[in-house]
């Protein structure tokens, strides 16, 4: 069943649309990624599908049950973001704001859901550390362990293993790889096409030309081709 229903969707800025009439469907389950050459609109996208931003025209339906506050979202990391002064058990924690209503403190079962959720994705241990004093990769798992907190439906991922080594990267990915076969439905930027390729169900190319198809299609599709070789060519 579809968790997401977008129709004639146009994104831009200040009412001038830079990508125009996307039409696509995110069922329970699925694996999408978000591909395309950069600034063609992939996190403009993601903001709009997470009511960040408002969509110049179309719409886009929740379905499934899905509420908005159901949506968990690993953003694209800032420098300042990376240097935050908190407890890793406070972050973690901070992902179950959406659950609490105008209850101003966490209950009980939001902190075992914390502490589930961290010791889900490795870092447990570190609980008491600061933030800031963790490398890249346990920095990501921090916030997948918080985007954990807001969902059990779908994640919103963008560039989920950017400046992060070979070895964490692959670590990262196959983190993801098993919360989708946990059920949980994945929704990811990303700017490897050969990851893309090896983990999604579907692909969604926005650019220049856009195409959305299972994975299978896109390699046999013009678009897809013509991206690829052009990776391939560096």
Known sequence: MALLTIQDLSLGYDSVAFVENLNFS????????????????KTTLMKTLLHLQ????GQILMG??????EIGY??????????????????VLSGCQG?????????????????????RMGVLPLKDRCYRELSGGQQQRVLLARALCATQKVLL?????AGLDPKVTSEMYDLIEGL????????????????????????????AS??????????????????LMRQKGG
């Open 74 to 91: 690993l953003p694209q990391q800032t420098i300042v973001q990376k240097d935050f002064p908190a407890s890793v058990g406070e972050i």
């Open 64 to 69: 499934d049950g899905l509420k908005q506050n």
């Open 210 to 227: 856009v195409f959305y198809g299972t994975r299978e299609e896109y390699l046999e599709s013009d678009v897809g081709k013509f991206f």
């Open 180 to 207: 989708n076969q946990e059920g949980i439905t994945i929704i990811m930027i990303s700017h490897d096409l050969a990851a893309a390729i090896r983990y999604a169900s579907h692909i969604l190319h926005i650019g």
């Open 54 to 57: 408002e969509p110049v025209s």
């Open 99 to 119: 659950r609490c209503g105008i209850r101003p403190f966490y209950n009980k079962a939001e902190k075992h859901l914390a502490e589930t959720n961290m010791n």
């Open 26 to 41: 995110v069922n329970t389950g699925d694996y999408l990624c978000i591909v395309g050459e950069n600034g063609s609109g």
């Open 157 to 161: 991922l963008d560039e989920p293993v």
